[in-house]
């Protein structure tokens, strides 16, 4: 499998309406503490806008609904991982990604046969609180090394002036989340990003 090397995250459907149609390929839903009606309502809105554009659709935790909503990808945290139904997710015909922070973390990952890995802190991140170190560019490397053909996705502190690092050690994409949703002009860094992961397409 492979991913495209520009992995937008964002947290809503609106960003998804805003952002998918300006070429993005590969996006993630990744919302948190939100009503199971409005995850429902944002996971099917989300689909149809990346049906039409042909974009990848992630979904962020929630492999249940993804699975009645007929997804076909989820992403998964270690916590979340601990508690999902593997079996359930595979006899959907789900694809799963899973996050990664560290060498026991990678080892769980692996052991469920994810369809890619990611790792991060790749450099310090605003998104949220992390108990972990930023990992840095030689990690990318190491983990490449121990995954093989797996895709590896790199995320956290991912700019534009840090997207060609993040590929020359070993990532098959780049996530990126506030680089793009905290800009002045979302639409004009999306382009961007589309723009400079081009030679790694």
Request: proline share 4%.
């Amino acid at each position: 499998m492979k991913l495209d090397p520009f992995y937008l995250i964002v947290d809503s459907a609106d960003w998804i309406d805003r952002l998918v149609p300006l070429g993005v390929k590969l996006v993630q839903l990744r919302m948190k503490d939100c009503a199971e009606t409005e995850l429902r309502e944002s996971i099917r809105r989300a689909k149809a806008v990346c049906a039409a554009h042909r974009c990848q659709l992630i979904v962020n935790d929630y492999w249940q609904l993804a699975i009645d909503e007929g997804c076909d990808f989820v992403h998964l945290g270690q916590e979340d991982l601990a508690v999902a139904d593997l079996a359930a997710i595979r006899a959907g015909g789900i694809k799963l990604g899973l996050s990664t922070h560290d060498k026991t973390e990678l080892e769980t990952a692996l052991a469920a046969e994810p369809d890619y890995v990611a790792l991060g802190p790749i450099w310090p991140t605003i998104l949220k609180k992390m108990k972990w170190a930023p990992q840095g560019l030689d990690s990318l490397g190491d983990w490449k090394a121990r995954i093989g053909s797996l895709p590896l996705v790199a995320i956290g502190g991912i700019n534009t002036d840090r997207i060609d690092s993040v590929f020359t050690h070993g990532a098959d994409s780049a996530a990126v989340v506030t680089d793009i949703t905290l800009n002045t002009d979302p639409e004009a860094r999306t382009r961007d990003w589309i723009a400079r992961t081009a030679q790694f397409r």
